[in-house]
């Protein structure tokens, strides 16, 4: 009965540093990214807003989210960054030849 006090305890406070610890990770992680934040960066916020960088100030961030269409926000609603591929990997995807054998009413013709 003597060691059950001393290993609820335990049993509670160990969960609980573990999330203390993961989430000032995570703010660490936020707050870098935000100070890395560089005009022209595609981000998305914590509602979803996919926005191009076009301002940015100590505490808030100008964002288009559509051409000529910008709006002020909180750094603090920036999640993420979008990486973009470069032009050269999607132009590697797409085929820019036209099939031959192909017509538009039956599509490939076999020979």
């Known amino acids: 009965m003597e060691l059950l006090f001393p290993l609820l305890i335990l049993a509670l406070l160990v969960p609980t540093f573990l999330g203390v610890r993961r989430q000032k990770k995570e703010m660490q992680k936020v707050t870098a990214l935000q100070d890395s934040l560089r005009v022209g960066d595609r981000v ?23 051409p ?31 099939d031959d054998n192909a017509t538009p009413e039956t599509g490939p013709t076999e020979h």
């Open 44 to 66: 998305v916020t914590t509602a979803g807003l996919h926005a191009t960088v076009t301002e940015l100030r100590d505490d808030t961030v100008d964002l288009e989210v559509a």
């Open 68 to 98: 000529g269409v910008v709006t002020v926000w909180s750094r603090l609603v920036i999640r993420e960054r979008i990486e973009e591929p470069a032009l050269a990997d999607d132009l590697d995807s797409v085929s820019l030849r036209k």
